[in-house]
């Protein structure tokens, strides 16, 4: 199975400060790789898709970056409603996976 | 607006089935690959199993192989999980989930499945 390792396990950040979240794939997933947010008591919801691809609905202040095995994702102006767990991951080959999880915390 | 709708989640005993539901509505379901995907406080997320449009293509994850069935009726906009065999560490939150390529785009609200004596 390709492992998922994302780092940090948890950040705070000011408002309006810049903030980055990495993923690192055990080997080459070729962009395949969706970033997803997740509130308290709430399903995860889409953020970023191939890599770079901004779902619909999405803030612009979200982007996704990388290749081969390492990817990130940046949040440029951290806002309240940023709170939450930030996952990574993989739809490259069976079975899924993902990242262990960020939590980013307003400062 | 997309909706994913779980239901047939509980307490169940160690060995026994549980099968769940997943009623779709907004999109044309028969257009989508779905998911189920399950969450716990100790492993994260994690994938269990995909079905292809036409439900002739199946996927599961190494741990629920032989135990579990995925399954849509596009007639109904519903997709199904059987889980036979049940073990305490398939306890966990699962998630319907639609996926129109590598990545689930809509995620259902949750059904909590406890497998306990």
């Not at chain 1, 949040?75 to 409603?81: C, F, H, L, N, R």
């Not at chain 2, 907004?26 to 036409?54: D, H």
């Amino acid at each position: 199975d390709i492992q998922m390792t994302q780092s940090p396990a948890s950040l705070s950040a000011s408002l309006g400060e810049t903030v980055s979240i990495e993923c690192l794939a055990s080997e080459g997933i070729s962009n395949s790789l969706a970033w997803y947010q997740q509130k308290p008591g709430k399903s995860p919801q889409l953020l970023i898709y191939g890599a770079s691809s901004l779902q619909d609905g999405v803030p612009s202040r979200f982007s996704g970056s990388g290749s081969g095995t390492q990817y990130s994702l940046k949040i440029s102006g951290m806002q309240p409603e940023d709170e939450g767990v930030y996952y990574c991951q993989q739809g490259y080959k069976y079975p899924w996976t993902f990242g262990g999880g960020t939590k980013l915390e307003l400062k | 607006e997309v909706q994913l709708v779980e239901s047939g989640g509980g307490l169940v005993q160690p060995g026994r089935s549980l099968k769940l539901s997943c009623a779709a509505s907004g999109f044309t379901f028969s257009n989508y690959g779905m998911a189920w995907v399950r969450q716990t406080p100790t492993k994260g997320l994690e994938w269990v199993a995909s079905i292809s449009t036409g439900g002739g293509n199946t996927y599961y994850r190494d741990s629920v192989k032989g135990r579990f069935t995925i399954s849509r009726d596009n007639a109904k906009n519903t997709q199904y999980l059987q889980m036979d065999s049940l073990r305490s560490e398939d306890t966990a939150t699962y998630y319907c989930a639609r996926h129109p390529w590598e990545e689930v785009d809509y995620w259902g609200q949750g059904v909590m499945v406890t497998v306990s004596s």
